[in-house]
C-alpha cells in the first residue's frame, strides 16, 4: 500500500478543522507522546473511556444532522419541481417545439407547446463542450500528474486550471461570444459558439477531477509496467487511464453537471428560436434552462376576454417547471449511462 | 479497447439515428387559422433580437406571419433593448426591437449596416404599465386604490411609509386601510419599464421626484426584483407590497388607479391607447422615417392612462439583400395592421396603436426600398 | 459518455497495427499532454487579453462619457469605476464566502457519513442522489430560492434578527420577504454542497484500508478513526474541493439574479434587503441593457471578479502548500 502506514504516527501533530473540541485533548495525548515511553499514559482511565465513547457518539449524531440538514433543502427542492413539473409532462409537451404559441391558447394540436427544440439543444450543445473539453482536460492532467510532476510550468498549469475554475460563466460567455465576432463575423450567434464557452467551464472541473484520481492510482502499477519494458504511453493509456477510469467518468458527469444548467453564457452565445434546429454551426439554438428561464421571464400568458375555456394563464411557469423536470431526467439518465460505463470497464481492486 | 471501440461507435451512430428522427422539427399546426399552404410569400431565415418586453407579442407575430408566408423561417432573441440594437448594428440581425427611440450615435452607425439612409424606429407595442400592490383585505378583496402623481412619487421615494398616510386615505374614502408598512418593489436590472415608470413620476410630480432620468432605479428604498416576472412574485411574497409592471403580468394583485385630471382612472389597454393618441410624436428627431412618440405623462383626456411604454422596431429603409428588405417591409406592414396588433393584444394585453400613429408609420413603410 | 477515453485511445490503436517503434508514439504522446497543458495558459491568456482589450475604453476612451454611464448605472451614485467596482467586489466575496462556510462542514458531514458511517447499499443509493443534486441547474435553484426558499424562511430570519439583533450582521428589521444577502448564501450554500460533497466523498472513500484498520486495530473509536486516518488522507481533495465550489459560488448569476435584491453598499447587514450585489449577477442584470460604452464597464468589472478568483485560488494554494511542508 502507499504511505506504508506511518500517517497514524505522525497525528500528534496535525490539526483538523473539526478538532477545537475540548474533549479532543485525549487521543492527542494518546498519540503525541507515543515516542516518549511511559507506558502509564497508555494505561485508560474508565472516565478517559467514557469520554472518548461520548465523543465518538456525539460526532457520529453531528454528521448524521449535517446530513438530515442538508437533506430538507435538497428534497424540497426536487419535491417542487417534481410536483410542478408533472402537471405538464406528457408526450406532447416532449414532441413539439414552440411555434404558433399564442398567449395562453391551446395550439392546433391540443397542446400548449413544449420542449423539443430544447432538449435538442441541450444534448447537442453538452455533446459539443464534451468532445472539446473531455479530451484536453485528460490529457492535461496526465500531463501533470505523469510527465511534470514539480516543474515550475506544471505548477502554473495547475494554478490556472484553479484560476480557471473559477471564471464566472457570464465571463466565459462574453469571452466566446466575442471570440466568434472576431473570428466569424460580428454578431455571430450559434449553438457551437455555447458549447465553445461551456468548454471553458467544463475543462478545469475535467482536469481536477482526473488528477485527483490519476494521483492515487498506486505508484506500484506503474513501475511494475515499467518494469515489464512497457512504453510510459502505453503504461499511462492501458494502465493508469483504465485504472482511474471510474472516477474520470464520475468526473466527467461532474463537469457535465456543471455546465448542463448554465444559464447566463447560453443567453448572449446560442440565442434563443422557439422553433427546431438541427445545425449546431448555425443559427440560434435554446438550450432547456435558457427555455426554463425564458418562461420564467413571461410568468403569465394574457388571456383575452373572448378567450376559450382552455386557455391557461399560468401556462409559462407550468412549462418552465415542467422543463426543469426534463432536464433533471435528462442529467439522471446521463448519470446511469456513467455509471454502466465505469461499471463495465472498472478494474478490480482491493475495494 | 476494441469492443469499448465498438461501443462507442454504436452509442454515436445511435445518437444520431436518434436525432434525425427527431428532425420533424415537432412543429405546432398554428392554431385556428387553416395554415393557407399554398400562399407562399416570402422565404429565408430571418432573425430578430431585442427588447424582451415584446417576447410575447413578437412570437405571436411570427406565429401569425408565418402562416401566411410558410417558407419564412423567423426567430427572435430577446436578450434585451441594448444588445438587440447592438446586434443590429452589426448587420446579424433583419431587425432590432427596443424599448427606448434610438440615439443619435447609433442612427450615424446605422449607415454601415442599412444599403442606403439610416434605421429608422416606428413604435409597434404599447403597454401600459400598472402600479400593483398586495395589500390584505383591499387586493385580495378586488378593490383599486386611488393614488395621484404626487402620493406615488412619495411613496416610490420613501416618505410614505405606511398604507393608512393620511394622504393614501383622504385619496380612498370608501376603504379602510389597515397600519401596515409599505415595501416597495422595484426593478433591480436595467429596463425601459423603469425607465418609462419615471419619466411618469417627473412629468406628473416634478417636486416629489427630484431624481434624474434613467434605466436603473435610482434610490435605495425598499426591494430590488430581476424582471416584471422577479417584480410580480416578490408583490405576491408578502402583505403590503407595491411596485410596478407590465399590465398583463397582475394576474390576481391589485392595481393602482391614477389620478388623471379631475379624475381617477383604472388601468386598462384602451385607457393606455387613449393618452397615447393624445401624445405627440417628436419631429425634432435626427434621421429620416422615424416616428418617435413623445408621451403625454400629464395627459388630461377623458379615460386615458398616463404610464405607458412605448416599444419600437428598428429597421434599415434598404437592406444589402433585397430579400431582407422585403422582409422588413412586409414585417412591418403586419405587425402594426389591424390584424397584427389585435393579435398582440390578444396574446399579451397590450393596447392597440391609435389610428393617428398607424398613418405616420405607414409613410415610413412606404419609404421603404 | 464514450468520449472520455478519446484521447488516450488514439495511441493504442496505432501500435496495434502498425510497427511504430514505442518510442515515437511516446513522444508524439508527450508531445499531445504538453499542448493540452500549455494550451490552458493559452486559453487563460486569451480570456484575459480579451476582457483586457474589450475593457480598454474605461481606461483609454473618453472618461467622462465613462462616468456618465457609471453614473446612468448607479444613478448617481457613483461616478467612477473603482467606486462602482469595490461594493461589488465587497457584496461577491461575502456572499460566496458566507455560503462556503456554511456548506464547508455540512459537506464533510455528509461525504463522512456516506464514506463511512451508512450503510453500504445506501451509502451507494446517496452517492448517486448527490452526483444527480450536483447537476441541478442553477435557474433550478434559482426559481426555488425565490418561490419557495423566499417566504419560507422569513420566519426564521425574524427570530434571528429579533433575538440575536444585538449582533451588527443580524441587525433586523429583517426584510420580508427575504430577497437578502442571507438568503442568498443559504442558496447558494445548498447549491455548491453536492460539488464539496461529491469530490470529498470520492476522496474520503480512497484512504488506505490499512491505515483505517491500523487505527481501529490500537483501539480508536470510529470518530478517531476518521480524525487520524481520514482527514489528513483527504485534505488535499476536500480544499481543492472546497476551491471548485467556491469559484461556483463567486461567479454564479442566474440564482443570485433571480433571488438578491441588490444595492451598492459596503453593508454586513445581512437580513436587511437592497444592501450588497455580486459582480456576476450585476453583469447578467445590466448587460441585455447595456450600450458598448455600457458593455465595456461590465466587462471591466468581470475583469475584477477574474483577478479576484485569481488571488483567491493562489492564497488557497499557498496555504495548502505550507500545510502540506508540516
Given at each position: 500500500m502507499a504511505g506504508h502506514g506511518t500517517i497514524p504516527a505522525k497525528e500528534g501533530s496535525m490539526t483538523h478543522p473539526t478538532s477545537h473540541d475540548s474533549s479532543g485533548s485525549a487521543p492527542a495525548s494518546l498519540m503525541a507522546d507515543a515516542p516518549v515511553i511511559d507506558f502509564d499514559k497508555f494505561k485508560p482511565t474508565r472516565s478517559h473511556l467514557a469520554a472518548r465513547q461520548r465523543k465518538d457518539t456525539f460526532m457520529r449524531w453531528l454528521i448524521l444532522l449535517a446530513f438530515v440538514v442538508a437533506c430538507i433543502p435538497l428534497i424540497s427542492l426536487l419535491w417542487t419541481t417534481i410536483v410542478n413539473g408533472v402537471r405538464r409532462l406528457n408526450w406532447d409537451f416532449l414532441s413539439h417545439n414552440m411555434t404558433y404559441v399564442v398567449g395562453g391558447e391551446a395550439t392546433g394540436t391540443g397542446g400548449y407547446g413544449g420542449i423539443l427544440h430544447a432538449i435538442i439543444g441541450t444534448l447537442e450543445i453538452t455533446l459539443g463542450s464534451m468532445v472539446i473539453s473531455i479530451p484536453v482536460g485528460i490529457m492535461c492532467s496526465v500531463y501533470l500528474v505523469e510527465y511534470a510532476n514539480r516543474s515550475r510550468l506544471s505548477r502554473t498549469v495547475r494554478l490556472l486550471v484553479d484560476v480557471m475554475s473559477g471564471i464566472p460563466s457570464?465571463?466565459?460567455?462574453?469571452?466566446?461570444?466575442?471570440?466568434?465576432?472576431?473570428?466569424?463575423?460580428?454578431?455571430?450567434?450559434?449553438?457551437?459558439?455555447?458549447?465553445?464557452?461551456?468548454?471553458?467551464?467544463?475543462?478545469?472541473?475535467?482536469?481536477?477531477?482526473?488528477?485527483?484520481?490519476?494521483?492515487?492510482?498506486?505508484?506500484?502499477?506503474?513501475?511494475?509496467?515499467?518494469?515489464?519494458?512497457?512504453?510510459?504511453?502505453?503504461?499511462?493509456?492501458?494502465?493508469?487511464?483504465?485504472?482511474?477510469?471510474?472516477?474520470?467518468?464520475?468526473?466527467?458527469?461532474?463537469?457535465?453537471?456543471?455546465?448542463?444548467?448554465?444559464?447566463?453564457?447560453?443567453?448572449?452565445?446560442?440565442?434563443?428560436?422557439?422553433?427546431?434546429?438541427?445545425?449546431?454551426?448555425?443559427?440560434?439554438?435554446?438550450?432547456?434552462?435558457?427555455?426554463?428561464?425564458?418562461?420564467?421571464?413571461?410568468?403569465?400568458?394574457?388571456?383575452?376576454?373572448?378567450?376559450?375555456?382552455?386557455?391557461?394563464?399560468?401556462?409559462?411557469?407550468?412549462?418552465?417547471?415542467?422543463?426543469?423536470?426534463?432536464?433533471?431526467?435528462?442529467?439522471?439518465?446521463?448519470?446511469?449511462?456513467?455509471?454502466?460505463?465505469?461499471?463495465?470497464?472498472?478494474?478490480?481492486?482491493?475495494? | 479497447m476494441n469492443k469499448h471501440v465498438i461501443v462507442r461507435t454504436a452509442a454515436a451512430a445511435s445518437a444520431i439515428a436518434l436525432l434525425t428522427s427527431l428532425a420533424a422539427c415537432g412543429d405546432n399546426i398554428p392554431a385556428g387559422t387553416a395554415a393557407t399552404a399554398n400562399a407562399d410569400g416570402l422565404s429565408g431565415n430571418f432573425a430578430g433580437a431585442g427588447a424582451s418586453s415584446q417576447q410575447s407579442a413578437t412570437e405571436a407575430w411570427i406565429a401569425g406571419f408565418t402562416a401566411s408566408n410558410t417558407k419564412a423561417k423567423i426567430s427572435y432573441n430577446p436578450s434585451g433593448s441594448g444588445a438587440g440594437v447592438t446586434t443590429f448594428l452589426t448587420g446579424a440581425t433583419a431587425w432590432a426591437a427596443s424599448d427606448k427611440a434610438l440615439s443619435d450615435s447609433e442612427v450615424e452607425q446605422s449607415k454601415d449596416v442599412c444599403a442606403s439612409g439610416t434605421a429608422f424606429d416606428v413604435p409597434v407595442y404599447i403597454a401600459p404599465i400598472a402600479v400593483v400592490f398586495n395589500l390584505n383585505g383591499v387586493s385580495d378583496a378586488g378593490k383599486h386604490v386611488n393614488m395621484d402623481a404626487a402620493t406615488i412619487a412619495k411613496i416610490f421615494d420613501g416618505k410614505i411609509t405606511k398604507w393608512n398616510d393620511p394622504s393614501i386615505q383622504e385619496q380612498n374614502p370608501d376603504i379602510t386601510l389597515p397600519d401596515t408598512a409599505i415595501t416597495v418593489v422595484h426593478r433591480s436590472d436595467k429596463s425601459g419599464t423603469t425607465q418609462n415608470f419615471v419619466e411618469y413620476l417627473k412629468a406628473a410630480a416634478p417636486d416629489d421626484w427630484t431624481y434624474d432620468l434613467s434605466e436603473n432605479w435610482p434610490n435605495e428604498v425598499g426591494q430590488g426584483a430581476k424582471g416584471t416576472s422577479g417584480v410580480i412574485s416578490t408583490i405576491s411574497q408578502a402583505d403590503g407590497t407595491i411596485g410596478y409592471a407590465d399590465f398583463s403580468q397582475v394576474g390576481e394583485l391589485g392595481t393602482v388607479s391614477v389620478k388623471v385630471g379631475d379624475e381617477y382612472v383604472d388601468i386598462s389597454t384602451q385607457a393606455a391607447s387613449n393618452a397615447i393618441a393624445d401624445s405627440t410624436i417628436d419631429e425634432n428627431v435626427t434621421g429620416d422615417n422615424r416616428v418617435v412618440v413623445d408621451v403625454n405623462h400629464t395627459t388630461t383626456a377623458d379615460n386615458a392612462y398616463p404610464i405607458v411604454m412605448v416599444s419600437y422596431d428598428i429597421v434599415c429603409p434598404v437592406y444589402q439583400d433585397s430579400a431582407t428588405t422585403e422582409f422588413a417591409r412586409d414585417w412591418l406592414t403586419y405587425v402594426v395592421s389591424t390584424a397584427g396588433q389585435s393579435v398582440a393584444s390578444s396574446a399579451t394585453g397590450s393596447a392597440p396603436l391609435p389610428n393617428n400613429i398607424v398613418d405616420r408609420i405607414n409613410e415610413s413603410i412606404a419609404a421603404m426600398g | 459518455m464514450s468520449t472520455t477515453s478519446t484521447g488516450p485511445s488514439t495511441g493504442p490503436t496505432s501500435t496495434l497495427t502498425k510497427p511504430v517503434s514505442g518510442k515515437q508514439v511516446d513522444k508524439v504522446f508527450r508531445a499531445i499532454a504538453y499542448a493540452c497543458g500549455i494550451l490552458i495558459l493559452v486559453v487563460l491568456g486569451a480570456v484575459a487579453l480579451f476582457l483586457l482589450f474589450r475593457a480598454w475604453p474605461l481606461i483609454g476612451g473618453d472618461q467622462s462619457a465613462v462616468s456618465e454611464t457609471i453614473s446612468s448605472f448607479t444613478g448617481g451614485k457613483a461616478t467612477n469605476f473603482w467606486a462602482y467596482v469595490g461594493p461589488l467586489l465587497f457584496g461577491t466575496v461575502l456572499v460566496a464566502a458566507l455560503a462556503l462556510a456554511i456548506a464547508f462542514f455540512v459537506a464533510i458531514g455528509i461525504a463522512l457519513f456516506i464514506s463511512h458511517y451508512a450503510p453500504k447499499k445506501l451509502a451507494a443509493a446517496l452517492s448517486y442522489v448527490v452526483d444527480l443534486l450536483a447537476a441541478i441547474p442553477s435557474v433550478i435553484y434559482g426559481l426555488w430560492g425565490g418561490l419557495v426558499l423566499v417566504p419560507a424562511i422569513y420566519p426564521f430570519w425574524n427570530w434571528v434578527a429579533t433575538y440575536l439583533g444585538w449582533i451588527p450582521i443580524f441587525a433586523g428589521p429583517a426584510a420580508n420577504p427575504s430577497r437578502t444577502v442571507a438568503t442568498v448564501a443559504v442558496v447558494l450554500a445548498i447549491m455548491i454542497l453536492p460539488i464539496i460533497t461529491s469530490i470529498t466523498r470520492d476522496i474520503f472513500l480512497q484512504t488506505p484500508r490499512l491505515q483505517e484498520e491500523a487505527a481501529l486495530a490500537l483501539g480508536a473509536t470510529k470518530w478517531e478513526m476518521v480524525k487520524l486516518a481520514v482527514l489528513p488522507f483527504g485534505k488535499s481533495g476536500v480544499i481543492s474541493a472546497s476551491m471548485l465550489g467556491l469559484g461556483r459560488a463567486l461567479g454564479e448569476t442566474m440564482a443570485v439574479l433571480m433571488i438578491l435584491s441588490p444595492g451598492l453598499k459596503y453593508s454586513f447587514r445581512l437580513l436587511q434587503a437592497s444592501q450588497d450585489q455580486t459582480i456576476a449577477a450585476n453583469i447578467a442584470a445590466q448587460y441585455p441593457e447595456a450600450n458598448e460604452l455600457g458593455v465595456s464597464v461590465l466587462i471591466g468589472t468581470g475583469l475584477v471578479l477574474f483577478v479576484i478568483t485569481f488571488l483567491v485560488n493562489f492564497l488557497a494554494r499557498k496555504i495548502t502548500e505550507k500545510k502540506a511542508v508540516k
Open positions: 457570464i465571463v466565459a460567455g462574453l469571452f466566446a461570444f466575442s471570440m466568434f465576432s472576431i473570428l466569424v463575423g460580428p454578431g455571430t450567434i450559434n449553438g457551437f459558439e455555447g458549447s465553445v464557452a461551456l468548454s471553458l467551464l467544463m475543462i478545469p472541473t475535467v482536469v481536477k477531477t482526473t488528477e485527483e484520481m490519476l494521483k492515487i492510482v498506486p505508484n506500484d502499477l506503474r513501475e511494475a509496467s515499467y518494469a515489464l519494458g512497457v512504453t510510459k504511453q502505453r503504461t499511462i493509456s492501458k494502465i493508469v487511464l483504465r485504472t482511474a477510469l471510474p472516477g474520470i467518468v464520475s468526473g466527467a458527469i461532474l463537469a457535465i453537471a456543471r455546465v448542463i444548467g448554465e444559464t447566463a453564457p447560453l443567453l448572449m452565445t446560442a440565442g434563443y428560436i422557439v422553433s427546431t434546429n438541427m445545425n449546431l454551426f448555425s443559427g440560434e439554438m435554446t438550450t432547456l434552462p435558457v427555455y426554463v428561464y425564458q418562461e420564467y421571464s413571461k410568468l403569465r400568458a394574457n388571456c383575452p376576454a373572448d378567450a376559450s375555456a382552455s386557455c391557461v394563464t399560468t401556462i409559462p411557469m407550468e412549462r418552465a417547471w415542467a422543463a426543469a423536470l426534463v432536464l433533471i431526467l435528462i442529467v439522471l439518465i446521463l448519470n446511469l449511462i456513467g455509471r454502466i460505463v465505469a461499471r463495465i470497464f472498472a478494474v478490480k481492486t482491493e475495494r | - | -
